[in-house]
């Protein structure tokens, strides 16, 4: 359902619907079943790398994005490509990705996210960067498609979101996109200071 909603909220001229696998590949179907726009695998995950956005160097998750990662030349050269995924993060892998499918021969590179833009650290067991890592949270839709390097950039609402999910908002926590979380929070340096504790009790 979060595909559906996403398509109708931000449709797109394009020739192909391009899953970012494997956490896309749900939302890029119902995108794909809204739209009418043919859904086709144009990225293959090496499965034995892990987590892009964890990586704690910027140099590391770009490398580990194009080792983890590769594009399909014969599905999107010379074609309008659609890329759909579940969240954007820090926007390092999205915007490795974008570039992959350009230099395979896309014409045109729209970006859909079926999650509204994430501008909170999660306090609960996810594991996301602080606030000043996260693209949306110190970026506007408009400077983050521009990082990434498309045409179009659309997010999920978090209307959208509720409604295609619960449709009650007080059924789960959406903190991480609406900043309204269900309790009081620790500050970041906390947060850091927590996970650097258990790194090192991890090495002992």
Excluded: W
């Excluded at 391009?18 to 749900?26: I, K, M």
């Excluded at 160097?57 to 010379?78: F, L, P, S, T």
């Excluded at 499918?101 to 501008?119: D, K, L, N, W, Y």
Aim: charged share 20%; hydrophobic share 40%.
């Amino acid at each position: 359902m979060l595909g559906r909603y996403l398509a109708r909220e931000h449709p797109v001229d394009a020739d192909l619907v391009v899953p970012v696998p494997d956490s896309g590949v749900p939302a890029a179907t119902g995108f794909a079943e809204e739209s009418g726009i043919p859904l086709k695998i144009a990225l293959i995950r090496n499965h034995y790398v892990g987590r892009t956005f964890i990586h704690p160097v910027q140099a590391g998750r770009d490398a580990k994005v194009k080792i983890k990662y590769n594009a399909v030349r014969e599905v999107v050269a010379g074609r309008k490509v659609v890329m759909v995924d579940d969240s954007i993060v820090r926007g390092t892998t999205s915007r490795g990705l974008v570039n992959m499918i350009r230099q395979a021969g896309a014409t045109e590179v729209h970006f859909r996210v079926a999650s509204p833009p994430i501008v909170g650290p999660c306090y609960y067991g996810i594991d996301t960067p602080n606030r000043e890592e996260l693209i949306a949270a110190t970026h506007s839709v408009a400077e983050i498609a521009a990082y990434l390097g498309v045409d179009s950039l659309g997010y999920l609402s978090l209307e959208g979101m509720v409604e295609s999910s619960a449709g009650d908002p007080t059924r789960f926590c959406h903190a991480c996109f609406s900043t309204q979380y269900p309790t009081p929070v620790p500050s970041d340096s906390a947060k850091l200071r927590f996970e650097s504790a258990a790194a090192r009790a991890q090495k002992a």
